[in-house]
């Protein structure tokens, strides 16, 4: 069982910027994905940032690209979202999940066999 504990959450102003942290525990697998989706009220999961943990191959949403950065430190077994020139619309609840199988689309939350408890990011104009 993987269990993964997100951090970093908070109430910013617009131009601000965050860093969220994703730590795991649990079993390892050699070719999972990690990845931030982040969700409002109303609506569903939206995929934000995945990181592929053996390539460390890097996907990202179109909303975010040149904003966000995700990145890892394999020592803590931890995933990070950098998030810099955050804006109002950003403001959500933030997830970190991890992907086991291949054969599952990077970008779709169905996809992804864990989440964490999420964290809350406001941001304000």
């Known amino acids: 069982q993987v269990q993964l504990v997100e951090s970093g959450g908070g109430l910013v102003q617009a131009g601000d910027s965050l860093r969220l942290s994703c730590a795991a525990s649990?079993?390892?697998?050699?070719?999972?994905?990690r990845a931030w989706f982040r969700q409002v009220p109303g609506k569903e999961h939206e995929f934000v940032a995945a990181?592929?943990?053996?390539?460390?191959?890097?996907y990202y949403a179109d909303s975010v690209k040149g904003r966000f950065f995700i990145s890892r430190d394999n020592t803590k077994n931890t995933v990070y979202l950098q998030m810099l020139s955050l804006k109002p619309e950003d403001t959500a609840v933030y997830y970190c999940?991890?992907?086991?199988?291949?054969?599952?689309?990077?970008?779709?939350?169905?996809?992804?066999?864990?989440w964490g408890q999420g964290t809350q990011v406001t941001v304000s104009s």
């Open positions: 999940a991890v992907k086991l199988y291949d054969n599952r689309s990077v970008y779709s939350s169905s996809s992804y066999n864990y």
């Open positions: 649990g079993p390892t697998f050699s070719n999972y994905v």
């Open positions: 990181l592929r943990w053996s390539s460390g191959t890097t």
